[in-house]
C-alpha cells in the first residue's frame, strides 16, 4: 500500500534523486499563486481591522471583530481536513478562494457605496474565517503532493520564504493606499472608507490572478481504500492517528499553548500600537508589519540554509525559538516607539519562522498523504482554536487594562511554556518517538 500510494504522490517517481524544486512545474506554480494571492490577503489584513478601528475607535469591537472571523475558522478546520483528504487538495483550495475572492468584492462594494454597518462587517468576517477554515489544511496537505519527501523542509522555506518577501512592502503598500493615496474624499495622510474598499479590490484582484496559476497544477488522483460510504475520509482516523502517535501528540499539545498566548494577542495589539503610541496611523501600521516580515524572511532562510535538525535535536531548537519569542513579546509590551517596537516584533518573526518551517515539515513528513488534510486539520485547529478566546480576552483586557498588561502576560506564558519543554526530556524529545501504523481505513 505505500508503494502504490507513493508512486501516486510522489512526481518524480521513478527517478533516482528528486529534481530541483523550481525545475518541477507543479512546484512552481504553487509557489506562484501562493505568492500573488499572500500579496493580496496583506491588504485585507492591514485593511480590516483599521476599518473597525476608523469605524468604532473601540478595542473590544476589534477584538470581537476579529474573534468572529477567528471562530469559524478554528471551528471547521476540524472537518474541513477530511474534504480536502476526499475531494483532493486543490480542488478544496480552489472553490474555497473563489468564494472568497466575491465575498471580497461584495464587501468592497458595500463600503464604496456607504452602505456597510458594523452587523454587515461581523458576517463578512464570519464568511472570511470559513473559507480560511478549507483553504488552510488544504494549501498544507497540497504541498507534499507536489514535491519529494525529502524537499518538503527546503519547500517550506522557499514558499514561505518568498511570502515573508512580499510581507516587506506589501503591508506598507496597503498603509499607503488606506492613508496616504486618499481617492477624494478626504485629504491626503488621513484614513479614508473608500481607499480602504480599494485594499479589498486589490485583494480580490490578487486571488483571480493566483487560482489562474493554480489550475496549471497537474496531479495524478491518490488512492484511498474506502468503502461506499466514505470510511477513509472519516475524521476520527485523524485523531486517532494523531492520539496514537506520542510525538505527534506531544507537538500537537505544546503549539497549542503557544499559539494562544502568542497568535491572539499580538494580531490585535500591532494595530492598537499603531494607533496609540505611532504617528501616521495605518502607515506606521503597515511598517511595523513589514519589520516582522524582515524578521521572518530571515527566519525562513535559516530554515531552508541551515542543516536540518537532528530527532533528539529538533525539540530543543524549537522550544529555545519560542523562549526567545516570549522575551520579544515581553519587550514589545514596553515598547513606546518605532525604533524600541521594530526589534522586538524582527526578533518575533524571526523565531516564529524558523520554528515554524521545523515544526510544519516534521508534520508533513510524518503524516502518511492518505491522511494528510485530516491530520492538519487537527493540528491547526488545537493551534488556532482558541484564537477567537485569546483575542476577546485580549480586547478586555486592554481595554480595563492596557497594552503592557497583555503582552506582558503573554510573553511571560510563552517563555514558561518554553522553557517547560527545554527541561523536560519527555518533551523536547518528541522527535525520537516512533510512527504508528496507518489505520486500515486510511
Not at 520554528?355 to 491522511?371: D, F, H, K, N, Y
Not at 480595563?400 to 519543554?421: D, N, P, R, V, W
Amino acid at each position: 500500500m505505500t508503494t502504490s500510494i507513493q508512486a501516486q504522490v510522489d512526481p518524480i517517481a521513478g527517478d533516482e534523486l528528486p529534481r530541483s524544486l523550481f525545475r518541477n512545474s507543479n512546484y512552481l506554480w504553487l509557489w506562484a499563486s501562493s505568492g500573488i494571492s499572500c500579496l493580496g490577503d496583506y491588504f485585507t489584513l492591514i485593511a480590516m481591522p483599521w476599518l473597525v478601528l476608523t469605524l468604532t475607535r473601540d478595542p473590544a469591537t476589534l477584538g470581537a471583530v476579529m474573534a468572529l472571523e477567528s471562530l469559524p475558522r478554528a471551528a471547521f478546520m476540524l472537518v474541513s481536513g477530511g474534504f480536502a483528504d476526499r475531494y483532493s487538495a486543490r480542488m478544496v483550495l480552489l472553490v474555497s478562494r473563489t468564494i472568497f475572492m466575491l465575498a471580497l468584492v461584495a464587501l468592497a462594494l458595500d463600503l464604496w457605496y456607504g452602505y456597510l454597518q458594523l452587523s454587515h462587517l461581523y458576517g463578512f468576517a464570519f464568511v472570511f474565517g470559513l473559507l480560511t477554515a478549507f483553504a488552510l489544511p488544504a494549501s498544507q496537505a497540497l504541498l507534499p503532493q507536489v514535491v519529494d519527501k525529502t524537499q518538503i523542509q527546503q519547500s517550506n522555506s522557499a514558499l514561505m520564504g518568498s511570502q515573508q518577501l512580499i510581507q516587506l512592502f506589501a503591508p506598507v503598500l496597503a498603509g499607503l493606499l488606506i492613508w496616504g493615496m486618499p481617492s477624494g474624499a478626504a485629504p491626503a495622510g488621513t484614513t479614508d472608507v473608500p481607499s480602504i474598499a480599494l485594499a479589498f479590490a486589490f485583494n480580490a484582484a490578487a486571488i483571480f490572478v493566483a487560482l489562474l496559476l493554480l489550475l496549471r497544477i497537474k496531479l495524478q488522483p491518490l488512492q484511498h481504500t474506502e468503502d461506499a460510504n466514505g470510511v477513509g475520509v472519516r475524521l476520527t482516523d485523524g485523531f486517532r492517528y494523531l492520539w496514537r502517535d506520542r510525538g505527534l501528540r506531544i507537538a500537537t499539545s505544546y503549539m497549542s499553548c503557544i499559539g494562544f498566548f502568542a497568535i491572539g494577542p499580538l494580531l490585535i495589539v500591532i494595530p492598537q500600537i499603531a494607533e496609540q503610541r505611532l504617528h501616521d496611523g495605518a502607515l506606521s501600521y503597515g511598517m511595523l508589519y513589514a519589520v516582522n516580515g524582515l524578521g521572518s524572511l530571515l527566519g525562513f532562510a535559516c530554515g531552508g540554509l541551515l542543516p536540518k535538525p537532528g530527532k533528539r535535536r529538533l525539540g530543543l531548537v524549537m522550544f529555545s525559538t519560542d523562549l526567545l519569542a516570549g522575551i520579544c513579546v515581553f519587550w514589545l509590551g514596553h515598547s513606546t516607539s518605532f525604533a524600541t517596537a521594530a526589534p522586538a516584533l524582527a526578533l518575533i518573526g524571526l523565531s516564529a519562522a524558523y520554528g515554524g518551517v521545523l515544526a510544519l515539515s516534521w508534520i508533513q513528513e510524518r503524516v502518511p498523504a492518505t491522511l494528510a488534510g485530516r491530520v492538519l486539520g487537527i493540528v491547526m485547529f488545537a493551534v488556532l482554536g482558541l484564537t477567537p478566546v485569546s483575542m476577546s480576552l485580549g480586547g478586555v483586557i486592554i481595554s480595563h487594562y492596557s497594552l503592557e498588561a497583555l503582552l506582558t502576560l503573554s510573553g511571560c506564558a510563552i517563555g514558561s511554556f518554553a522553557l517547560l519543554g527545554l527541561l523536560s526530556p519527555g518533551i523536547n524529545r518528541f522527535g525520537t518517538y516512533a510512527k504508528p501504523a496507518l489505520p486500515e481505513a486510511a
